[in-house]
């Protein structure tokens, strides 16, 4: 019975494990495995389900490219930056733009863990940074 | 012109279109200086990292699914959600002549309001320790102007020798005042334009000790005029325990810098017990599993790596290590105090009793020892007190059974009353180091009876009036005894002299 914080995590990760088809997250597998915790439902139900979204999330995160954007961009950019993602991480990866002002001008692109600055709001960060 | 300006342009051109890649995290908890954090799956172990508003930490737990990173600054602004970025960076502090004179937190930012601080290099704090093939063993001398230790426990430069005792037994007073015998012997030898000499300089590292105590210390050195050959690298009670677990190595980085550059440095932590303290603080908010005395399992890897730092170098200078230990009830049969014992070269024994009976510095000869120091000693300090350890050791024997009985023979009673002698000639008060020459004379009178007339209060009293006849009248003597470092027969000759000299203007 998953029970403590640790167990909990053990099995939010053995279900992710059961997640993948051929190395990426399948919609089929995840709708399995919500299923089977219907059905079966653990200890603390709800604490497995954050763990377990939590990594699904974070997953998700890294096959999809966010571009934030202060003025406009054209789909022949982010289709660009899709290949070049695609190509950069060897998996397939979708575009998602989203308008952001505060980035002043410029690009940012974030996927999974990184993010690529190109954002004139970002470099004046780092020139504040390093001064 | 034009095409320095298009030169320029094209580089402005190729910055801005410049994307930067970051590896960035999302803080999940933060608790008592420690940072929880999702993603960072590129961050390194011990890499720097940077949370909003300039706050940087340190990654320690490189876990499964969460980052566990210790924050070095105020913790007061940061939230659940906040984003954290890797730096590609080891933490480094600046290191150099320019820290001389100032005080500075575990990070090297000045806080002695005294502006910046023009340093110009840095190093990581984390080290790895100098190897085999690039020591040398310790062969020159490091006075810390205590007759006690000079004599009988010397300290050689390139060594680690710990100060335990209880508190307020003086182990502080003992690490000051070798600072302070540093400076004096630094501004003689360097107006002597002798181009053979050496300075030290000196690192004290304050590790979770109470801002009043730091502020004593500094005066004292401030008043010695022993700070402007002193880095002060503080990190009080009330810094975090993160600050606290990082000033040693940062003063470790500060003392390599003068090593690694042909100089010789002494470092002084004070104390270890309170940095094994934070580390398991740190250790058990990172929930990692705790051993004896709820000690994390590294313990003792926390100090061998820290001291093992401290080297004589093949071709370049040294880092001689005083670390500090405080027992409890005289306990060093603690978890921290073996540990360190075992890492260093030697210890510096206090004792409550004696500091309670005004044996001060309180120095236990039993317990004390220095296992690479006496080959740095120089032959004018062994001519004259090589036997004073075992004579002490053999009162405090004798003393201890003569309590029981009054009937001891002549030869028992000759040798409690020269050890009651010797025990009086090596009280010495707080921040006045003696210099080695001076010591010399002092030690050489006892050897050769010149305290036996006297009574047993006054023999304090006439070793301090052979120190400043001396030191008036008897200068060039003096410069000749620490420029021989021996005593020959004609040196002798002049020192009895001087000491018949000197006697009739001490009146009994």
Redesign the interface.
């Known amino acids: 019975m998953a029970s403590g914080k640790k167990q909990i ?1 053990q099995l939010a ?1 053995q279900l992710f494990k059961l997640s993948f088809v051929n190395g990426s997250l399948s919609g089929e597998q995840v709708a399995g495995v919500l299923a089977y915790l219907e059905k079966h439902a653990p200890a603390k139900p709800l604490a497995v389900l954050i763990a377990y979204r ?2 699904i999330v ?1 997953e998700a995160a890294k096959s999809v490219a966010v571009v934030e954007h202060a003025g406009p961009v054209g789909e022949a950019t982010l289709q660009a930056i899709a290949s070049a993602m695609t190509a950069r991480y060897q998996r397939p990866v979708t575009v998602s733009a989203k308008p952001a002002s505060s980035l002043l001008a410029g ?1 940012r ?2 996927i ?7 954002s004139a709001a ?2 004046l960060a ?1 020139l504040s ?1 390093s001064v | 012109m034009s095409t320095v300006i298009e030169q320029i342009e094209q580089q402005i051109a190729k910055l ?10 999302v803080i999940r908890t933060v608790a008592d200086g420690v940072a929880k954090i ?5 961050v390194m172990y011990n890499e720097m990292v940077q949370f909003p508003g ?1 706050v940087i930490g340190i990654a320690l737990n490189l876990e ?2 969460e980052v566990g990173c210790v924050v070095l600054g105020d913790v007061s602004n940061l939230k659940e959600g906040d984003e954290v ?1 890797t730096t590609g960076k080891l933490l480094s502090v600046p290191v150099g002549k320019a820290l001389l004179g100032r005080v500075v937190d575990a990070l090297g930012n000045p806080v002695d309001g005294k502006g910046p601080l023009g340093a110009t290099e840095t190093y990581p704090v984390e080290r790895i320790a100098p190897g085999i093939m690039a020591r040398k063993s310790v062969n020159q001398p490091l006075f810390t102007g205590i007759m006690a230790i000079d004599s009988m426990i010397p300290i050689g430069r390139g060594q680690r020798e710990l100060i335990i005792g209880d508190r307020g037994t003086g182990k502080t007073t003992i690490a000051v005042d070798t600072i302070i015998n540093q400076a004096k012997i630094n501004r003689v030898g360097l107006a002597s334009g002798n181009p053979k000499f050496r300075p030290v300089y000196s690192i004290y590292v304050a590790i979770g000790q109470k801002n009043a105590n730091i502020v004593r210390t500094i005066g004292a050195l401030e008043a010695a005029g022993a700070l402007e050959f002193t880095v002060i690298v503080g990190a009080p009670a009330a810094d975090n325990a993160a600050n606290q677990y990082i000033a040693p190595y940062s003063g470790a980085a500060i003392g390599e810098w003068f090593m690694e550059n042909g100089m010789d440095a002494l470092i002084v932590y004070d104390d270890l017990s309170k940095h094994a303290v934070a580390y398991r603080q740190i250790s058990l908010i990172l929930k990692r599993p705790s051993g004896r005395e709820a000690y994390p399992g590294d313990v003792f890897y926390l100090h061998s790596r820290l001291l093992e730092r401290a080297a004589r170098l093949d071709g370049k200078g040294s880092l001689t290590a005083l670390p500090i230990i405080e027992t409890l009830a005289g306990d060093v049969s603690a978890y921290i105090p073996t540990n360190v014992i075992s890492i260093t070269d030697g210890q510096i024994f206090l004792e409550t009793d004696l500091f309670n009976q005004g044996i001060r510095p309180a120095v236990s000869v039993g317990l004390s020892v220095s296992r690479v120091g006496s080959s740095a000693q120089i032959k004018a300090t062994k001519q004259v007190g090589g036997k004073l350890k075992g004579e002490l050791a053999q009162f405090r024997e004798l003393a201890a059974f003569a309590q029981f009985g009054s009937d001891l023979d002549a030869k028992t009673k000759a040798q409690l009353d020269r050890g009651g002698r010797i025990v009086e000639l090596f009280k010495q008060p707080a921040f006045s180091p003696i210099p080695i020459e001076q010591q010399v004379v002092t030690l050489w009178a006892i050897q050769k009876g010149y305290y036996d007339g006297l009574d047993l209060k006054k023999v304090n009293a006439a070793s301090v009036s052979i120190r400043d006849f001396f030191a008036t009248r008897k200068d060039e003597l003096l410069t000749e005894i620490r420029n021989k470092a021996a005593l020959d027969k004609d040196l002798e000759a002049k020192i009895e002299a001087a000491m018949n000299e000197w006697k009739p203007t001490f009146a009994a």
């Open positions: 995590n990760r939590r990594l974070a690009l692109v974030r999974g863990d990184d993010v690529y600055e190109s970002g470099q780092a940074a | 801005s279109t410049k994307a930067v890649r970051k590896n960035t995290g999702d993603g960072l799956s590129d300039g499964t699914d970025q």
